[in-house]
């Protein structure tokens, strides 16, 4: 009768936590946590500041709360008149990272890969190939990115594409982004979705992250006006002051394959970018950025065996 028993609690427990989707051969469950916060910035935001005093800049955005750096090749290049392992040093001793940066692929790819992998910098992002006249064009375009991405990935660097509006608007019935999506091999190529870009299209980012699970490992966290005036429909402003709603969107995407976050922001209705990354850094810090996280627990055997007995 004792070893009945014994079984049954056994047959209890096991069939409980499986019935919750559990290894049987661990006491934990699955549920939602914040993670912990690690917010970046994309040093386009201060474009207009940073030439020539790029470690000032940087030191004062440390002082906001980023952690992580999104890179692009500006005037002092990718890393602003340092060589990669000085900037990788400078940057650290901040309690900073270069994540990735955006990049020219056509002009001394080879030499950029190589330089990223020596620093560790996981991607290199292609940030603009323009508006194309058809599908077919697109289609040559995801062929380059499959060829780059081979490149990178034979140093141990991912390859990523950034979208704007155009991508988002039919040729002929058909999303460029869809091609681009569908012909790039996904163990090789990922994507940057600008949210901003996605909703300037009249589409919805979380549809498209839905579509695509996994596949877009960065975004770019850049409000967009309630009432845009520019006459290009061109118009960031200070997050959390615009139309698109992160709060609901972020721990959504967080599940879809989201990994990094990027604030960006091209307008300064505040007053100037620094004030743009400092009100950014504080808006971030407040999204609940979740992901599927396992708490261990040690389960009561008379609840569990109070169910099947």
């Known amino acids: 009768m004792q070893k009945r028993?014994?079984?049954?609690?056994?047959?209890?427990?096991?069939?409980?936590?499986?019935?919750?989707?559990?290894?049987?051969?661990?006491?934990?469950?699955?549920?939602?946590?914040?993670?912990?916060?690690?917010?970046?910035?994309?040093?386009?935001?201060?474009?207009?500041?940073?030439?020539?005093?790029?470690?000032?800049?940087?030191k004062e955005l440390a002082t906001f709360g980023y952690t992580q750096i999104e890179s692009y090749e500006g005037p002092q290049g990718i890393y602003w008149n340092m060589k990669p392992s000085e900037f990788k040093q400078f940057t650290g001793d901040l309690g900073m990272k270069l994540i990735s940066t955006h990049c020219e692929i056509y002009e001394k790819f080879e030499q950029k890969v190589e330089d990223a992998a020596s620093i560790g910098m996981k991607y290199l992002i292609c940030p603009w190939v323009g508006p194309q006249k058809s599908i077919d064009d697109y289609k040559k375009i995801a062929a380059v990115f499959n060829e780059k991405a081979k490149q990178c990935a034979a140093?141990?660097?991912?390859?990523?594409?950034?979208?704007?509006?155009?991508?988002?608007?039919?040729?002929?019935?058909?999303?460029?982004?869809?091609?681009?999506?569908?012909?790039?091999?996904?163990?090789?190529?990922?994507?940057?979705?600008?949210?901003?870009?996605?909703?300037?299209?009249?589409?919805?980012?979380?549809?498209?992250?839905?579509?695509?699970?996994?596949?877009?490992?960065?975004?770019?966290?850049?409000?967009?006006?309630?009432?845009?005036?520019?006459?290009?429909?061109?118009?960031?402003v200070d997050l959390g002051t615009g139309s698109i709603d992160f709060r609901q969107l972020l721990p959504q995407a967080k599940k879809l394959g989201l990994q990094y976050l990027f604030m960006e922001q091209e307008f300064y209705p505040g007053g100037s970018p620094m004030n743009a990354a400092a009100t950014g850094a504080t808006y971030l810090k407040k999204i609940k950025f979740y992901s599927l996280v396992s708490r261990v627990i040690v389960p009561s055997v008379p609840v569990i065996v109070s169910l099947f007995l």
């Not at 079984?7 to 559990?22: A, E, R």
């Not at 019935?173 to 979705?193: A, H, K, R, S, W």
Request: with cysteine; glycine share 8%.
């Open 5 to 58: 028993r014994e079984f049954l609690k056994t047959v209890g427990l096991v069939t409980g936590t499986s019935l919750l989707g559990i290894n049987p051969g661990w006491s934990s469950i699955i549920s939602e946590e914040p993670t912990v916060k690690k917010i970046g910035i994309q040093l386009y935001t201060l474009r207009d500041i940073i030439p020539g005093k790029a470690k000032e800049i940087i």
């Open 155 to 236: 140093n141990g660097v991912r390859f990523a594409y950034h979208n704007h509006d155009y991508s988002f608007k039919k040729i002929n019935g058909v999303y460029p982004q869809d091609i681009l999506m569908q012909e790039t091999d996904p163990n090789l190529v990922c994507f940057e979705m600008d949210i901003y870009w996605v909703v300037t299209a009249g589409e919805n980012p979380l549809e498209w992250l839905k579509k695509y699970p996994g596949r877009f490992e960065l975004s770019h966290i850049k409000d967009r006006s309630q009432s845009p005036i520019n006459k290009d429909n061109f118009e960031s």
